[in-house]
């Protein structure tokens, strides 16, 4: 995982060099890495979905098997990360050299830290010209409070990076060129680079003495008397419950410090075994139950992933976390409550599939054959039901609308677009019903645009596409009480419903959608139809008062009601809760909230004064900026609504030499002028022109 051109692909395209799984390297900036295998990704040099591979490393006379996920870097699809990490054990963090911390290695870290991943770091590029080791561990350190151990320095920087020093070993170790990397040699420390090495190695040690006395007991002693194999046994045990947090480096792409790396690998990160049991809920029971990585358990495993394969139709990516997963066998799914009989197993190698007969716990592989089968869905044992914690992802907060341009193609882009959506949880496709457009909401105009052309390309659909437009929210800013009375009578049973709800604002750390209370006393309205009250206050969400949008941050207190014996049923109720939200809405000072971005710029100082005046026009905020190897870092926060068309208009300004990185923060309030805009334009909105 990594910021985007942190070097991930180049360096699992080594990993698979070395480990002779392919016999040729790649290179991303050829289109020709193994795990880039999508056409959009060839062409643009970029990873957008994720890949998954299998590979197996002997050391010291151990064999490994090692499952990657080489993610992609771009906030775009930061849906890819967050699903990989769910079913991952470890991770390796890639950083540039050069650029230490930047906002997407910061947002991937916060996603592994969510799942409890451990994590080792690889610091890369060290060849390349502003190279700074020793200020890219400061920054893991400050920026995002990890506790870093560094293993390895490296011999030189930049245009005189040879090789790394290993601390644990105490040797120097170069890579041959000739055999592209394959071999590579120990040889004493040189002699400028003792003191350092000397020096870093009693840092590591003060700091492993921290974490067991036993250790530090010997340290004090005699240092030399510690055997590497109880250094190994520290470092495991504290990198895996996340105390601690290895430091590597080297050069992918000059083929320096890889195979040490899949050494730490084996040796630091944990096997599913160290993992902690996965814990999910008994549908039946609607009690806890854990298992263990264990074959002889009932089966339970994770889908986190569907993709479309033109060869052997959808195929699901699939975590088995306990028992034994074998082809021809019926599973259970807890979200359908169905069975599902699976036809055939594979071990993926990026777009290819080798057939297995069998996947076991703590394996990752894929299935076909499927009827009913999407991201997050748990399939376990048909005697042994279990559900596991679903993936959550980030709301869209881009739009565009799409249409085919000939009427035989309307239906295959409706296909096309549900295919997509099942294959991408942060693509929500919509139907506007007072237009009849087709809107597909997502992650940035990148993520659109890729998805846009596999459109073209990979369905064959040519449709119109209209500009990128601002995925608003709505919310309220007053608190307000509200009856609501819901009678219907049309001879026989009627429908009667009668609630009081206050309804107020909520911040977004407590809850991003709806926060409902109920605090009915005495049975004014009977326990069972609460959860039907709470389906009608989610519905009412979808639409917000001022301009349809979604409403987000809203807290419900059910106050009161009262029910008829004979005409209050649950729908009653659903219809007259749903009909109170919008009605309270109305009333509790509603207001729109915009998507507000984190942007980084990357600029040469002599443009500094241009950029932040040009940041002011758009109602950005510039948070911080610093200086680092010579070039000015501005760290603002800027409406998505004025970031469209910016990395032109970037360029333009700095003659081509700044560059820029987007990610979501958060929703604000909109300033008044242009919330009435925004109505305006919204309630005759124009997609196409």
Known sequence: MAHIDAGKTTTTERILFYSGIIHKMGEVHEGAATMDWMRQEQERGITITSAATTVYWKYNNQDFQINIIDTPG???????????????????????????????????????????????????????????????????????LANPLVLQIPIGAEDDFKGVIDLIQFKAIYWDNETEGAKFALKEIPAEFLEEATEWREKFFEKLSEYDDQFMEKYLDDSSKITNEEIFEIIRKQTVNMSLVPVFCGSSLKNIGVQTLIDAVSLFLPSPLDRESVVGINPVTKKEEIRETDFNLPLSSLVFKISNNPFVGSLAYVRIYSGVLKSGEQVYNSRTGKKERIANLYRMHANKQALVNELKAGDIG????????????????????????????PEPVISVAVEAKTQADTEKLISALRKLEDEDPSLHIEINEETGQTIMNGMGELHLEILSDRLVKEFNVSCNQGKPQVSYRETVDATVIHQEIFKQQSGGKGKFADLTIRISPCSEEEIKGLKFTNSIKGGAIPKEFIPSIEKGLQSGLTNGPLAGFKMLNIHVEL????????????????????????????????????????????????????????????????????????????????PLAETFGYITDLRTMSSGRANSSLEFSHFQKVPEEIQERIIDTITGRIYFK
């Open 74 to 144: 771009h906030v775009d699809f930061t849906v890819e990360v967050e699903r990989s990490l769910r079913v991952l054990d470890g991770t390796v963090a890639v950083f540039c050299g050069v650029a230490g911390v930047e906002p997407q290695s910061e947002t991937v870290w916060r996603q592994a830290d969510k799942y409890g991943v451990p994590k080792l770091v690889f610091i890369n590029k060290m060849d390349r010209a502003g190279a700074d080791f020793f200020r890219a561990v400061s920054d893991i350190e400050e920026k995002l």
């Open 559 to 638: 106050l009161d009601g009262s029910f008829h014996s004979v005409d209050s049923d649950a729908l009653s109720f659903e219809i007259a809760s749903r009909q109170a939200l919008i009605h309270a809405a109305r009333k509790a000072n509603p207001v729109i909230l915009e998507p507000i971005m984190k942007l980084e710029v990357t600029s040469p100082e002599e443009y500094y004064g241009d950029i932040v005046s040009d940041l002011n026009k758009r109602r950005g905020n510039i948070m911080n900026s610093d200086v680092r190897s010579g070039l000015r870092i501005i760290n603002s926060k800027v």
């Open 366 to 393: 894929a299935i076909v054959g499927f009827k009913d089968i999407k991201t997050g869905d748990t399939l376990s044992d048909k005697s042994y039901p279990i559900v596991l914690e679903n993936i959550v992802f």
